[in-house]
């Protein structure tokens, strides 16, 4: 089980009236395990999808910034929201303000499918986490493709936990890895153990790794308590460790944003 958390960081104003946002989830709604042996995936019908506060944080960082924010996922439609991460216990501010915000529920009920997205409209694009996106963030052609296209057309891309999954496989424009010899972090191997989910089909960690990014995490006793926010200003890439990120790698987006803007 995940763990509540409170964003320590300090929210810092921004103006950016006019500007376009688009978050992107996963569209698997179960967590099934993946054989270590076969790696045959069997259904098990456990609900998963999105962690809530990996979505709605960096939503509301982006609206009270003035922009226009939409919502898509690999598949379109209802997106599943991992339900543990809506109890009392644990839901952050930006959760309990999606419960009582008819638009932003509407959103995410209707997702525009990442194949219908037109990637020249956003200014920033930021990929949500989730156990959900183990099985379908890297494993999404289009996905890559719309990526890569934001990338070479110098948006600002974000992600945290699961989410740096959906950076695996873009390129840049030489055709090498998106994430080679670029610093990231996503969700580490150990907090996955940690939270019994080793078995599902695609680790941040391992992923990236693979690629050749420069990995970076803050580890320790229990890695859940952990968090970090990596921000790589050439690539124009942050990416946040895990569901504690979502506030700090969303403000950290638009600094960007802005900061390249006024270059």
Not at 216 to 241: A, C, W
């Amino acid at each position: 089980m995940r763990l509540p958390h409170i964003s320590s960081v300090a929210k810092k104003s921004f103006n950016l009236e006019g500007r376009r946002a688009l978050i992107i989830t996963t569209s698997q709604a179960t967590l099934d395990k993946v054989d270590s042996v076969t790696r045959e995936v069997i259904k098990t019908g456990k609900p998963t999808g999105v962690y809530a506060s990996e979505m709605t944080e960096p939503y509301y960082v982006f609206k009270d910034a003035g922009m226009n924010v939409d919502i898509a996922s690999i598949l379109g439609g209802n997106i599943p929201i991992e339900k543990l991460s809506l109890r009392p216990l644990v839901r952050t501010a930006e959760d309990n303000r999606f419960l009582k915000d008819d638009e932003f529920q509407n959103k995410v009920q209707s997702s525009v499918s990442i194949t219908d997205v037109n990637i020249d409209l956003y200014n920033v694009i930021f990929i949500a986490g989730g156990w959900g996106a183990a099985y379908d963030l890297a494993q999404s052609e289009e996905l890559a493709r719309k990526v890569s296209s934001a990338y070479a057309s110098k948006k600002v891309i974000g992600a945290v936990c699961h989410g740096p999954l959906g950076l695996t496989n873009a390129i840049k424009p030489d055709g090498s890895s998106l994430v080679e010899g670029v610093n990231v972090t996503g969700v580490t191997n150990k907090q996955l153990k940690e939270l019994m989910v080793g078995n599902t089909p695609k680790h941040p960690e391992t992923e990236l790794r693979s690629k050749n990014a420069l990995y970076q995490s803050n580890n320790g006793l229990i890695d859940m308590f952990k968090s970090l926010v990596v921000v790589d200003h050439e690539h124009r890439i942050v990416t946040g460790q895990n569901q504690k990120c979502g506030v700090e790698t969303a403000q950290s987006m638009l600094q960007l944003l802005v900061d390249n803007q006024s270059n």
